[in-house]
């Protein structure tokens, strides 16, 4: 079974994150990420570059991810830090 764990561990190998923290219950999962690499992206592209970390793991184990992609500058405007 996939766990929020592993989904953090996949994702954190192929992009380097300042923040990342994912929940779910085994099938469906949500994510923030928040990336420095995602800078002048637009969501539809953040989003493709984790679907690309993620390969066919996200045909085969995680059945509905969401996501929240942000810049570093994103998250601490947002009162992150």
């Given at each position: 079974m996939t766990t929020p764990e592993n989904i953090e561990r996949y994702i954190s190998t192929g992009l380097p994150c300042e923040h990342l923290s994912v929940q779910g219950d085994g099938q469906h999962f949500e994510a923030v990420i928040v990336s420095a690499e995602f800078a002048g992206k637009r969501p539809?592209?953040?989003h493709?570059?984790?679907y690309a970390v993620l390969g066919d793991r996200m045909r085969?184990?995680?059945h509905a991810l969401s996501m929240r992609t942000?810049?570093?500058e994103e998250w601490a405007a947002a009162?992150?830090?």
């Open positions: 539809i592209q953040r493709q570059m984790v085969e184990e995680i942000l810049t570093p009162g992150n830090r």
